[in-house]
């Protein structure tokens, strides 16, 4: 149902956007996710949007070079990332959460769904 393109080959200090599009998806009460997995290393969480709380999330190593945005009335959401460096290389997975939470945080179980992950690789 989630559906990721816009990953690719970037050289350090270049830009990429990402997308993600969810289709068959009637609620728009939800938190958008982006996730990223490096080999050898487990999920993380890199940002995070949702329509309840003001603030998107930030992992502390992407602050000020990401920006993460949605367009709800296409369920789609974006990950722009800039100044990419060749720790930013892996596969970055979209994910949405459809309950309403507490806080917003980048905990993997909360989310039920999931892209098929979209190639990041970062080197000159």
């Given at each position: 149902q989630l559906v990721e393109s816009g990953g690719g080959l970037v050289q350090p200090g270049g830009s990429l956007r990402l997308s993600c599009t969810a289709s068959k998806?009637?609620?728009?009460?939800?938190?958008?996710?982006?996730?990223?997995?490096a080999p050898g290393k487990e999920r993380e969480g890199v940002a995070l949007i949702t329509n309840y709380y003001s603030e998107p999330y930030y992992a502390d190593s992407v602050k000020g070079r990401f920006t993460i945005s949605r367009d709800n009335a296409n369920n789609t959401g974006y990950l722009e990332?800039?100044?990419?460096?060749?720790?930013?290389?892996?596969?970055?997975y979209c994910a949405f959460d459809v309950i309403h939470r507490p806080l917003i945080a980048p905990h993997i179980e909360w989310y039920q769904y999931w892209g098929q992950g979209t190639q990041v690789d970062v080197s000159s």
């Open positions: 998806f009637t609620t728009n009460f939800y938190t958008i996710g982006w996730f990223r997995q990332m800039n100044s990419l460096k060749p720790e930013d290389t892996g596969i970055y």
